[in-house]
């Protein structure tokens, strides 16, 4: 069975920065896009950035210049790069996967980022 395996949530204070890790386990097949949403207490989740397996990439208008996102294609796996935090980054963020940038099939179980001081 195909699994999102993510890490590398927590508690930071404003301005600092995290690094979240997923890595597909369960399968060898090459995942055409990979990233990650967030859903903040109740807010709708959203998409905070995807790259697909060419490098191309999307990000929320929130996020652009302080967030990046990167992926290792051999091995399945996808970092999320956050920098200047702010409160209002305070989520559980998903891992997602799919056949192209707009369409998930797969989601991680979720990691919490708390950004307070």
């Known amino acids: 069975q195909v699994q999102l395996v993510e890490s590398g949530g927590g508690l930071v204070q404003p301005g600092g920065s995290l690094r979240l890790s997923c890595a597909v386990s369960?399968?060898?097949?090459?995942?055409?896009?990979m990233g990650w949403h967030r859903q903040a207490p109740g807010k709708r989740r959203e998409l905070v950035a995807v790259?697909?397996?060419?490098?191309?990439?999307k990000y929320a208008d929130s996020v652009k210049g302080r967030f990046t996102i990167s992926r290792d294609g051999a091995e399945n796996t996808v970092y999320l790069q956050m920098n200047s935090l702010n409160p209002e980054d305070t989520a559980v963020y998903y891992c997602?996967?799919?056949?192209?940038?707009?369409?998930?099939?797969?989601w991680g179980q979720g990691t919490q980022v708390t950004v307070s001081s």
């Open positions: 997602c996967a799919g056949p192209s940038i707009s369409v998930v099939s797969l």
């Open positions: 369960g399968r060898s097949f090459r995942i055409y896009a």
């Open positions: 790259i697909a397996r060419d490098g191309s990439t």
